[in-house]
């Protein structure tokens, strides 16, 4: 298997890639995934331990109509040169720098595991800040730590570019949207209600030692 160039895998319901692929095939050079079930953008990462692979075809994969697919791909796979049977343009990889960073290149010896430069939701995007860590967010614009993390754990939990965008221009501007939970409302809420049902069809007044009477 160490020698094998080539791997044509269409047609096969695979919706994820095994880490250690790198190691067991490290010649692969073309890889062929068309209708697979790959969805998310981050299902290719796995294949960032093939330093040798050049063509891949992710065509009729629910990911290839993912915002920005061929540009993250190119970043996640640098040394590729033919991406779904299209040559790619020094264009497309100058594009991709802009948007996610320069890629970090595998070695000969790269499994892919934990090397690759990881992707973080929102990195890069023209017009979109940078993500912040809850602290400096909080310091930067005057938002509690608790608010500046519940948008972090959003703009990580989002599924797409466009929700990532409006979450990052809330973490940037201080306005949180009516639709993140903040920890302190459900918590105050909890404790009020706790108060409510304490209260309800009674009045304080001294403890009475039941014994007694």
Not at 129 to 150: L, R
Request: overall charge positive; proline content about 7%.
């Amino acid at each position: 298997m160490k020698r094998l160039h080539t791997l044509l895998l269409s047609n096969n319901h695979i919706g994820r890639i095994e880490s250690t692929l790198g190691e067991t095939l490290p010649s692969l050079s073309t890889l062929v995934l068309t209708n697979n079930r790959l969805v998310n953008l981050s299902d290719i990462d796995p294949l960032v331990g093939l330093p040798s692979l050049r063509n891949i075809c992710l065509i009729d994969n629910t990911l290839t109509k993912r915002q920005n697919y061929r540009l993250y791909i190119i970043f996640k796979l640098p040394n590729l040169k033919v991406l779904d049977f299209r040559k790619i343009r020094p264009k497309e990889r100058q594009d991709s720098e802009k948007l996610f960073g320069k890629p970090a290149l595998p070695g000969p010896k790269d499994s892919g595991k934990g090397k690759a430069k990881v992707f973080v939701p929102g990195e890069g995007i023209p017009g979109v800040a940078q993500p912040a860590t809850a602290t400096t967010a909080a310091n930067s614009i005057g938002m509690s730590v608790e608010q500046a993390q519940a948008l972090r754990a959003a703009i990580l939990a989002a599924t797409s570019m466009d929700e990532v965008a409006r979450l990052e221009r809330a973490l940037q501007s201080g306005h949180i949207p009516a639709d993140i939970i903040l920890p302190s409302s459900s918590s105050s809420s909890s404790s009020s209600s706790s108060s409510s049902s304490g209260s309800n069809g009674h009045t304080s007044g001294p403890d009475v030692d039941m014994k007694q009477v």
